[in-house]
């Protein structure tokens, strides 16, 4: 490890690491269903920085993917939601019975992903401080 610190500077560490602090941050203030001040907060710093250090761009670039990633993820579990909603007031309220249990483990799985969101964001800011590569689970590689 400390090999791979002597490679990257602090700087460079402590730039990549806030790409994914800055998403989990604004993320956090503005709810993570919103999600896109995650994706911003990480392509802000991975426009500004990605000509500087390479290390740098690939954390940046891996925190936009992510966020975007959960940012897709919470939309579709929007619509699913949505969707049960509709299908229970079409039905005068007699889908309920299937459609309680389909709401009740939709938001067991919401809960996955932004348990998954939190946790993994973190670890990709100690492993970014400590020099190292990250590689989000579940994530939407979009911009490469």
């Given at each position: 490890?400390?090999?791979?610190?002597?490679?990257?500077?602090?700087?460079?560490?402590?730039?990549?690491?806030?790409?994914?602090?800055?998403?989990?941050?604004?993320?956090?203030?503005?709810?993570?269903?919103?999600?896109?001040?995650?994706?911003?907060g990480a392509g802000a710093i991975w426009l500004l920085k990605r000509d500087d250090s390479p290390f740098i761009a690939r954390h940046a670039r891996e925190a936009v993917n992510f966020n975007l990633s959960m940012l897709i993820y919470a939309a579709?579990?929007?619509?699913?939601?949505?969707?049960?909603?509709?299908?229970?007031?079409?039905?005068?309220?007699?889908?309920?019975?299937?459609?309680?249990?389909?709401?009740?483990?939709?938001?067991?799985?919401?809960?996955?992903?932004?348990?998954?969101?939190?946790?993994?964001?973190?670890?990709?800011?100690?492993?970014?401080?400590?020099?190292?590569?990250?590689?989000?689970?579940?994530?939407?590689?979009?911009?490469?």
């Amino acid at each position: 490890m400390a090999h791979i610190q002597s490679i990257t500077t602090s700087s460079e560490r402590g730039w990549a690491m806030a790409a994914h602090l800055t998403a989990l941050a604004l993320a956090l203030m503005t709810s993570w269903l919103v999600g896109v001040a995650g994706v911003v907060g990480a392509g802000a710093i991975w426009l500004l920085k990605r000509d500087d250090s390479p290390f740098i761009a690939r954390h940046a670039r891996e925190a936009v993917n992510f966020n975007l990633s959960m940012l897709i993820y919470a939309a579709v579990a929007c619509g699913i939601a949505a969707a049960l909603v509709g299908l229970t007031v079409l039905t005068l309220g007699l889908g309920v019975i299937l459609t309680l249990p389909a709401g009740l483990a939709l938001l067991m799985v919401i809960a996955a992903i932004a348990l998954m969101w939190l946790v993994c964001s973190i670890i990709a800011a100690v492993r970014a401080w400590n020099g190292e590569e990250y590689r989000y689970p579940l994530t939407i590689r979009l911009l490469d």
